[in-house]
């Protein structure tokens, strides 16, 4: 069983700068897609940013093209996304989770499972 773990959240003022981290762990942990989606109070969860596992590809929403950047480290079995330019609608609960078998490239909650329990991220203005 996969557990996923994000650290990195906190409170930043607009225009700062956040480095969240997920650290996977489990006894065989290998996946395509390690996705990050955000959910802020009253809205649905939506996704943010992936990383293709396998040769550290990104792509992203494009709500944070240019501002945000996702990556991983396979040696450490831990994806990271960098937010930059952070605003105050980025303040929401970020999420990482990973791709289910044989679903490939995907931005929909559906498609993504497990999920870690979240980290916090506030932006002021």
């Known amino acids: 069983q996969v557990q996923l773990v994000e650290s990195g959240g906190g409170l930043v003022q607009a225009g700062g700068s956040l480095r969240l981290s997920c650290a996977a762990s489990?006894?065989?942990?290998?996946?395509?897609?390690l996705g990050w989606f955000r959910q802020a109070p009253g809205k649905e969860r939506e996704f943010v940013a992936g990383?293709?596992?396998?040769?550290?590809?990104?792509y992203y929403a494009d709500s944070v093209k240019g501002r945000f950047a996702a990556s991983r480290d396979s040696a450490k079995n831990t994806g990271y996304l960098q937010m930059n330019s952070l605003k105050p609608e980025d303040t929401a609960i970020y999420y990482c989770?990973?791709?289910?078998?044989?679903?490939?490239?995907?931005?929909?909650?559906?498609?993504?499972?497990?999920w870690g329990r979240g980290t916090q991220v506030t932006v002021s203005s």
């Open positions: 489990g006894r065989t942990f290998s996946t395509d897609v």
């Open positions: 990383v293709i596992w396998a040769v550290n590809s990104p």
């Open positions: 989770t990973i791709v289910k078998p044989g679903v490939g490239l995907s931005t929909h909650p559906r498609d993504f499972a497990p």
